[in-house]
């Protein structure tokens, strides 16, 4: 081919008799195809990103989440030991003593109440009517230990 001055024409190398319409369709068929894709590819871009929001928002909640039970067990874990100590505290004896009169109404036996049996000795010391006071209460422990202190001499 020989070069020339004129230009070259490559629309002219169609033939004459096409249609316009039927080079928009053509022209346009091969088109649609490359926007459909690329719609398509910009849809899955969005998606993509919206999901990936949606993921790291779920991981934050999670996140503050797992911090609050964080915190609730360090409360817990405070308090179980403070119940501990509770626990052994009142387990003691005079806590145990007070809190039975206080709570449960009970009482230390009086000494009327009492009855002593000693091995081998067939006497059980009672208080006569006339050793109680006029409320019905017993007399003086002391009394007592010395009563007490009489039936071990006669048990010898």
């Known amino acids: 081919m020989a070069i020339s001055d004129k230009p070259v024409n490559r629309r002219a190398a ?3 008799n096409t249609d316009i319409g039927e080079l928009f369709v053509r022209r ?7 926007v459909v894709i690329l719609l398509l590819l910009a849809a899955a871009i ?8 949606e993921g790291v ?8 989440t797992l911090q609050d039970m964080k915190k609730q067990e360090r409360k817990l874990q405070v308090e179980h030991q403070r119940l501990l100590i509770e626990q052994q505290t009142f387990s003691a004896t005079p806590q145990i003593a007070s809190r039975a009169v206080a709570e ?7 000494l009327k109440d009492k009855l002593i049996i000693q091995p081998g000795a067939a006497v059980a010391l009672t208080l006569a009517p ?10 003086n422990e002391s ?14």
């Open 14 to 16: 169609m033939p004459p």
């Open 130 to 139: 006339d050793e109680a006071d006029s409320e019905g209460t017993t007399v």
């Open 46 to 53: 969005i998606w993509s990103g919206i999901k990936t929001a």
């Open 57 to 64: 928002q779920q991981y934050h909640q999670d996140y503050k």
């Open 143 to 156: 009394d007592f230990f010395e009563a007490d202190a009489d039936l071990a001499e006669a048990g010898r």
């Open 28 to 34: 346009f068929n091969v088109v649609s195809i490359y």
């Open 104 to 110: 449960l109404g009970m009482f230390s036996p009086t």
